[in-house]
């Protein structure tokens, strides 16, 4: 195996990506000229169908230099808390832990975990505690966030907490199904990381 080691990296160094990054694709979808045309010559009296990315706006460019903020929109299935808000840093509570979000971070996908979501401004930091979710980080410093439920953490009320992680902590003990006790162990999470947010 290891005869084989020089020759293995050798060839690993001379490869090439077939395709580029998504990163590294042109900001505006190229339009098919051929279906353009057949489509024209089939029925010219009605308009091509457009695609879905004829639809959406086109991404900004990578920039050449990295920004000195970071372009944050972070949304909720019934409202929008940031949009195209520029920001210093974001701290986002990943399922692989605590993840800090920069001007020109490298582009990445990261499931959301119950934990605080941190945006820093300046000297502000706002911070909101997500029960899950997705973060898309893309190359030109945008970021976008999509939480399934979040509430800014000065709303939470302690006393609520508490009484919902005992409640919990006791269905999960008591639970008889697997289903009860799936239920009762997101309960017990959600609940211990708002327990964890508040107190440390």
Do not use: C
Request: proline share 8%.
């Amino acid at each position: 195996m290891l005869r084989h080691g020089s020759r293995l990296v050798s060839r690993a160094t001379t490869m090439r990506w077939r395709r580029p990054f998504s990163t590294d694709l042109a900001a505006e979808a190229p339009v098919d000229s051929n279906f353009l045309e057949a489509w024209r010559k089939a029925i010219p009296n009605v308009e091509p169908p457009k695609t879905p990315s004829a639809f959406m706006a086109t991404r900004p460019a990578t920039p050449s230099s990295i920004p000195s903020k970071l372009t944050v929109n972070f949304v909720l299935p019934y409202s929008s808390e940031l949009s195209s808000k520029e920001v210093d840093m974001v701290i986002i509570p990943s399922t692989t832990g605590q993840m800090g979000v920069l001007p020109g971070h490298v582009a990445t996908i990261a499931e959301l975990k119950p934990g605080v979501l941190s945006v820093h401004e300046g000297n502000d930091v706002s911070k909101y505690f997500v029960s899950g979710g997705f973060a898309f980080v893309h190359a030109n410093s945008f970021a976008d966030i999509i939480a399934i439920e979040a509430v800014p953490l000065d709303r939470v009320d302690p006393n609520l907490v508490q009484k919902g992680l005992t409640e919990f902590t006791q269905k999960l003990s008591t639970a008889s199904s697997d289903v009860e006790k799936a239920e009762a162990q997101i309960g017990v999470d959600v609940h211990s990381a708002l327990n964890a947010a508040l107190t440390g």
